[in-house]
C-alpha cells in the first residue's frame, strides 16, 4: 500500500465510523438488538479479516489480558448502546456531535487517573468542546428529546474515553485486531440476553442496515485503519479520524433532512477543531491510534 493509497483507505474508514449513527437510524430496532447485531457482524468481519489478510501474530492471552479485555467489552458496550439511544432519541448530529466530546472527557480522566499535568493546549481543548457542547444544545429543557439525547451522547463521550484508556494501557502488547474480536465477542454476549428476545421480530431490511454497520462500519472500517498504519503517521490518522463527525452529520443531512442550525455548525465547528488540534499535538503512537479505532 502506498502512503497515497493508504490516506483513501484512512478516508474512507473515516466515513464508514461516520455512518454508524446513519445506519443506527435506519434500522427500527432497539439500540440492544442493533449493538448485538453490530458486534456479531464485526466478529465475522474481524476474523475474516485476520484469516486472509493481517499477517500479525496473534498473542499468548494472559490472565490480565482478559481481564482488560472483558472490562473494556463492557464499556464498548455501553458506549455503543448509550449512542444509538442518543440517535434515536435526538438524530444523527447530535448524538454524532455530543459524542465527539470523548478527547475532554480523556484529558481530564488522564489527569486524574495517572496524575498527569494537564497542559495548555488539552485545558482549551476541554474548553472548546465544552463551548461547542453549549452551542449544540438548542435549549437546556430536560423535556425535550435534543436535550436527552445530547446528555445520552456525552454519556457515550465519557464511556469511549475510559475505553481509549483501557485499550491504550494494553495496545503495545495485544494486536488491534485480536482485541477489537475480542471486544466484540464481549459485547455480543453481554447483549444476547436482552436482545435475544427481540431478534425474531426484526425485519430483513433492519438485518440489512444492521450487517452493513458490524460488516463495513466495524469490520472493514477498523481493518482499514490497521492497514493504513503500516504507511501513514500517527498523527495523520488520528487527524482523517477526526472527520468522522463531518461525514456522519453530511450523510444524515442529505438522507433525513436534518438540517442542522447556524448555532449547532458553530458548535461542532468548535468541537472538531479541538480533535484536530488535539490529534496534531497528542502525537498518539501507532497502536494506540488503532485500538481507538477499534472501539467506534
Known sequence: MTPRTALGALHIGALMFGLTGVFGKLAAASPAVIV????????????????????????????????????????????WVSFFIAVKVAGVAIATLGFASFPAFTVILEGLIFRERIRANEILLVVLVSVGLVLVTPAFDLGTGATVGLLWAVGSGLLFALLSLTNRASSGRIPAVQAALCQNVVVALCLLPVAAPQLSEVRALDWLWIGLLGVFCTGVAHSLFVASLAVIKARTAAVVFALEPVYGITVAWLLFDENPTLRMLLGGALIIVAIVVSSRLSGNSKNAVAAEAASH
Request: glycine share 6%.
Open 36 to 79: 448485538f447485531g453490530r458486534a456479531a457482524f464485526a466478529v465475522l468481519a474481524l476474523a475474516c479479516f485476520a484469516r486472509f489478510a493481517s499477517s500479525t501474530r496473534w498473542q499468548k492471552l494472559e490472565a490480565v489480558d482478559w481481564r482488560r479485555l472483558v472490562l473494556s467489552g463492557l464499556l464498548l458496550a455501553g458506549h
